[in-house]
T-cell receptor, first 113, second 114 residues
């Protein structure tokens, strides 16, 4: 019972490099999310996908793109990484976009130098 | 836009002490309320949730929270903490029927001294 799986767990990038964070869930959830967690700022929503085939911006979307590849997978792409994107990134899923509890992955710790 | 305030940034307690972590939200309509816990090095896990009904909600590991609508609060409590409760605790709110997604507070780091 894997739940929400994120890869990679750690990544170091140089400014300007690109990368994609992968996320997959096996709970048949409709909604998926990408959050970033920074000290003293809690979790901030980057992008979400309420259902397969839809994506929407969250609170801090600048510098990111997402793809809801299918119901299971939701990837986050950094086209040109910046030091301000150094953070811990969490993928999450839920049955519905409003009042269902979120199930989180283990996170990706990204450092941009 | 709705907001969630957790005024206690870092709380340090001794084992067996009682715990209360504050959470206040800004929206006055019908809300759904959550507490999540993040143990060191782990992902967030749901501790408890409130949608409707009895305003005193019991969660896992002996935690409970009380929804007080008049105070826009959803404080987390535990009568006697253990060292294993050391973690970061996040309150989160979403509005019933609204378009906003789950809004998290900035978190409270809890350190339990053995």
């Amino acid at each position: 019972n894997a739940g929400v799986t994120q890869t990679p767990k750690f990544q170091v990038l140089k400014t300007g490099q690109s990368m994609t964070l992968q996320c997959a869930q096996d709970m048949n959830h409709n909604s998926m999310y990408w959050y970033r967690q920074d000290p003293g700022m809690g979790l901030r929503l980057i992008y979400y996908s309420a259902s397969e085939g839809t994506t929407d911006k969250g609170e801090v979307p600048n510098g990111y793109n997402v793809s809801r590849l299918n119901k299971r997978e939701f990837s986050l792409r950094l086209e040109s990484a910046a030091p301000s994107q150094t953070s811990v990134y969490f993928c999450a899923s839920s049955e519905s976009p409003r009042n269902s509890p979120l199930h989180f992955g283990n996170g990706t710790r990204l450092t941009v130098t | 836009a709705q907001s969630v305030s957790q005024h206690n940034h870092h709380v340090i307690l001794s084992e067996a002490a009682s715990l209360e972590l504050g959470c206040n939200y800004s929206y006055g309509g019908t809300v759904n309320l959550f507490w999540y816990v993040q143990y060191p090095g782990q992902h967030l896990q749901l501790l408890l949730k409130y949608f409707s009904g009895d305003p005193l909600v019991k969660g896992i590991k002996g935690f409970e929270a009380e929804f007080i609508k008049s105070k826009f609060s959803f404080n987390l409590r535990k009568p006697s903490v253990q060292w294993s409760d050391t973690a970061e605790y996040f309150c989160a709110v979403t509005r019933e029927g609204g378009n906003e997604k789950l809004t998290f507070g900035t978190g409270t780091r809890l350190t339990i001294i053995p």
